[in-house]
């Protein structure tokens, strides 16, 4: 946005129409901080590991994601939420049965607080136990540039794997659970205070 030079923790601003990131320094971001309505939406920083997401085989497997992991955010342009996975070609898109979706929101009323655009669920069932996120988009999309840029063969090779499994021990190290979180904001909110 403005010629400022970035460090590599910048953040990010989604431009919601065409589903873009763009890096911007901390100043930028905030300029576009609680703009609901604006073509660019700030990021926010929070990760939240939810282990007590309810998510069943079967409503797993209703929503057809062909591969053990997926995120779903809300489009406030498509108005709806959108279903992607990771693959060798990057996210690809898949068709959303909304009354599995419909169900998966009525059993897990956090997900209402989850910020269009720019926060999205994060499901990784490849291990034994599934793993649930609520977490900013670009997260996302690092692990599919991740995943875009290690896969070889037809199943991904043990690179791709353990680049995986670390993008996952990171992640669970960044996360708060949703009531540590509350804590984080409102000392965040004294100290801007
Ligand atoms: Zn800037």
């Not at 700030?42 to 939240?48: D, E, G, K, N």
């Not at 991904?156 to 949703?178: D, R």
């Amino acid at each position: 946005m403005c010629s400022a030079e970035l460090t590599p923790e910048h953040e990010h601003l989604v431009e919601t129409s065409a589903r873009q990131l763009t890096c911007v320094c901390q100043a930028c971001a905030i300029l576009f901080s609680g703009k609901a309505n604006a073509k660019y939406r700030r990021v926010p920083r929070r990760i939240l590991y939810l282990p007590d997401f309810q998510l069943t085989d079967a409503q797993w497997e209703s929503l057809l994601i062909p591969i053990n992991m997926a995120f779903f955010f809300h489009s406030s342009t498509a108005e709806k939420v959108i279903a992607l996975y990771p693959s060798p070609a990057g996210a690809t898109e898949s068709l959303l049965d909304f009354e599995s979706w419909n169900e998966i929101l009525e059993s897990n009323p956090m997900l209402q607080e989850m910020e269009p655009d720019t926060e999205a669920l994060l499901v990784n069932r490849v291990r034994e136990t599934a793993e649930c996120y609520l977490l900013p988009i670009d997260e996302c999309y690092r692990l599919v540039g991740l995943i875009r840029t290690h896969w070889h063969g037809l199943s991904g090779g043990t690179q791709m794997w353990e680049a995986i499994e670390q993008f996952f021990v990171e992640l669970k190290g960044k996360s708060a659970s949703p009531l540590h979180n509350n804590t984080q904001a409102q000392a965040r909110e004294a100290a801007h205070a």
